[in-house]
């Protein structure tokens, strides 16, 4: 399995900011996906981060709002932008490691706007 | 379009007791995978199973044990002799190949002492 790490782990942003989070993988992946999770809720699948090419959203979320860079295959970032309170939940970053279907998770980020 | 249903959203169950948490999918593919992940109170998502399609064979894993029925769409999740510990949200998914999740609604789970 893949160990993949994240940061910040937990944050509290002022309204209008934005964060960019770091999702950091120990090994070369080619799947790697962003998920949200708004408090008390199921997992929600943002945008699957490409290498080498732009990002695909989901409906609902759009580059301006989420921006995302995949520089390389074992790393990328996630950009919450303009951020208000619903923006509040947790942002997971997700893995397909080697040949297999697993998806494993990053620890995730808590963010808080206030 | 893909859908994942757990229609029992929190459940509460004395410790050693067995529980069963119920996973209906839907799906128009006939290639697809199947996943249990849990949620403990810190957060993290915790891979438990994968399940193919077109693996039908039931999975036990300690006092974990999984029930695969395509005819009726349902891959439940059985823990034996539950523990305080098995408290968390658990989650059913789907994928049809390498591919994003679809997430059920969760189940939260919890064992009282």
């Known amino acids: 399995s893949a160990v993949i790490s994240q940061k910040p782990s937990r944050d509290i942003c002022q309204r209008g900011t934005s964060l960019t989070i770091q999702c950091q993988v120990d090994s070369q992946v080619t799947m790697m996906f962003w998920y949200r999770q708004q408090p008390g809720q199921s997992l929600t699948l943002i945008a699957t981060?490409?290498?080498?090419?732009?990002?695909?959203?989901e409906s609902g979320f759009v580059i301006d709002k989420f921006p995302i860079s995949r520089p390389n295959l074992t790393f990328s970032t996630l950009t919450v932008s303009n951020m208000s309170p619903e923006d509040s939940s947790i942002y997971l970053c997700s893995v397909i490691s080697g040949g297999g279907y697993e998806q494993y998770f990053g620890p995730g980020t808590r963010l808080t706007v206030t | 379009a893909q859908k994942v249903t757990q229609a029992q959203t929190e459940i509460s169950v004395v410790e050693k007791e067995d529980v069963t948490l119920d996973c209906v999918y839907e799906t128009r593919d006939t290639t697809y995978y199947l996943f249990w992940y849990k949620q403990p109170p810190s957060g993290e998502l915790v891979f438990l199973i994968r399940r193919n399609s077109f693996d039908e064979q039931n999975e036990i894993s300690g006092r974990y044990s999984w029930n695969f029925q395509k005819s009726t769409s349902s891959f439940n999740f059985t823990i034996t002799a539950s523990q305080v510990v098995d408290s968390a949200v658990y989650f059913c998914?789907?994928?049809?190949?390498?591919?994003?999740?679809?997430f059920g609604s969760g189940t939260r789970l919890q064992v009282q002492p």
């Open positions: 981060a490409n290498q080498g090419s732009e990002a695909t959203y």
């Open positions: 998914a789907l994928s049809t190949g390498r591919r994003a999740l679809t």
